[in-house]
């Protein structure tokens, strides 16, 4: 009998949960570096009762866990996640009155926009392309070519960790340069938007270059998960680490990508701990030379002992 830190089994969430309950799952085939050791569990809740029970169990007992979407903005480690992984896959709800649409927090941010600018409805257009869903766009308010996710948001729908069901409004919520101050620690089930009118035909034409700039910008022939550093106040990562001399360096397969000094990609088999490497190398250069305190846009899992920063 497989038993959980806090003593809850495997075969109690079973018995408990109507969801998927999956042991041992790799969590390298759930992330865009296709980088990482197995979770321990993975759970995947089949509505937001499922899940206030499973928050139940989890809380009541301690076990450690975290909630993960597309796998797009995170770096697990080689040895995984020890605890009970959240994969709100059910919740993919896509409901449109007219420019107003209800979306689901486990839709993928591309299809979701897709589906919305086959509608005609504008202003998602230029985040083409982003990886990850929908939960975790708006969890740091995702953004790309000066639009954000937030830009015509209405609320947000959370579950806090106490269980309880809330409705937070765009200025509720506290949206800033990627971040969500209100709903970060908290279950994001979906949320509500309305958007200008546009053509079908004009909206697929950004669409498209918006993705060819990507294609031409972004090393997106390696798994990688986008920008490693939030844009520090005044500068650009890129031309730093670039400035640097940092642009190709290698540790192991991981790599600064000779295409985009901001991003580190997977030239295959890369580990954790080589992207890690990496990760404190810039830090700690960009740190010496400039001053400038660099911080994580992606996060941290599985690292004992090692601060998200």
Not at 169 to 193: E, M
């Amino acid at each position: 009998m497989t038993q959980l830190p806090g003593g809850l089994t495997i075969e109690a969430l079973r018995a408990e949960l109507r969801g998927e309950v999956l042991e041992n799952e790799p969590l390298k085939d759930r992330t865009t570096y296709r980088i990482g050791g197995p979770a321990r569990v993975l759970v995947c809740p089949k509505d937001s009762e499922d899940l206030r029970r499973l928050n139940e169990l989890i809380r009541s007992r301690g076990v450690p866990s975290f909630i993960l979407g597309g796998g797009a903005n995170v770096l697990v480690s080689d040895t995984g996640f020890d605890g009970i992984v959240v994969h709100l896959k059910h919740f993919n709800r896509l409901e449109f009155q007219g420019a107003t649409v209800a979306a689901g927090a486990g839709l993928a941010l591309d299809g979701f926009v897709s589906q919305c600018l086959k509608r005609g409805l504008a202003g998602l257009e230029r985040l083409s392309g982003i990886p990850g869903t929908l939960g975790g766009a708006l969890r740091m308010n995702a953004g790309a070519f000066d639009a954000e996710i937030s830009d015509h948001l209405l609320e947000v729908e959370c579950m806090d960790f106490d269980g309880n069901r809330r409705f937070l409004s765009k200025s509720q919520v506290g949206f800033d340069y990627r971040r969500a101050h209100a709903i970060r620690d908290t279950y994001i089930l979906g949320a509500t938007f309305h958007f200008p009118k546009g053509t079908v035909e004009g909206l697929f034409i950004a669409r498209e270059e918006i993705l060819s700039r990507r294609c031409e910008k972004q090393p997106w022939q390696y798994p990688t998960a986008g920008s490693v550093f939030k844009r520090p106040p005044g500068h650009y990562t890129g031309r730093l680490v670039e400035d640097l001399g940092l642009k190709g360096t290698r540790i192991g397969r991981a790599q600064i990508s000779p295409k985009h000094a901001g991003i580190i990609v997977n030239l295959g088999g890369a580990k954790a701990s080589d992207v890690l490497g990496l990760i404190r190398l810039v830090q700690a250069e960009v740190l010496r030379h400039y001053g400038v305190q660099l911080e994580l846009e992606q996060e941290l899992i599985g690292f004992d002992g090692i601060e998200n920063v």
